[in-house]
């Protein structure tokens, strides 16, 4: 449905994407997945449009339900690799100076890292 509902999407790419839309439903009443075929499907898709399989491997079903076919083509899904960095420091977020945000402080504390006044906030006059 997103294909062919997306405006920026060529005619060419809507026909890619279908083609490969049609061949990963035709895996998802087997008991399991043909991983030769869903591959196909897969790579077909990526090659329509890398954003609807980065679309795909976010969802945990999909990459579930697929998982020896990402694996065949070396991709994971999203949940599999932000489970590889939860204890990066990369991963965290990075704590303000004060906690709060510098719209919220007085107009006295809303300096620049030289010490010069900050603009007012947006929408405030």
Same mark, same amino acid.
């Given at each position: 449905? $997103?294909?062919? %509902?997306t405006?920026?999407f &060529?005619?060419?790419?809507? @026909?890619?994407a ?11 009443g ?5 991983e030769?075929?869903? #591959?196909?499907g897969?790579?077909?898709?990526? @090659?329509a449009?890398? &954003? *609807?399989?980065? =679309?795909?491997l %976010? &969802?945990?079903?999909?990459?579930? @339900?697929? #998982?020896?076919? *990402?694996?065949r $083509?070396?991709?994971r =899904?999203i949940?599999? %690799? *932000?489970?590889?960095v939860? &204890?990066?420091v990369?991963? $965290?977020?990075?704590p303000g100076?004060?906690g ?7 107009p ?9 006044p900050?603009?007012p906030?947006? =929408?405030?006059?």
């Amino acid at each position: 449905m $997103l294909v062919n %509902r997306t405006p920026h999407f &060529s005619s060419q790419t809507r @026909r890619e994407a279908n083609r490969a839309i049609d061949i990963l439903e035709s895996q998802l009443g087997l008991n399991q997945v043909g991983e030769t075929e869903a #591959a196909r499907g897969i790579e077909l898709l990526n @090659r329509a449009h890398s &954003s *609807l399989t980065f =679309g795909l491997l %976010r &969802s945990a079903d999909f990459a579930d @339900r697929f #998982a020896p076919a *990402l694996r065949r $083509l070396g991709l994971r =899904g999203i949940t599999d %690799r *932000l489970d590889e960095v939860p &204890s990066s420091v990369m991963a $965290l977020p990075i704590p303000g100076p004060t906690g709060a945000h510098r719209d919220d402080l007085p107009p006295d504390d809303r300096i620049d890292a030289e010490g010069r006044p900050l603009p007012p906030p947006p =929408g405030f006059y």
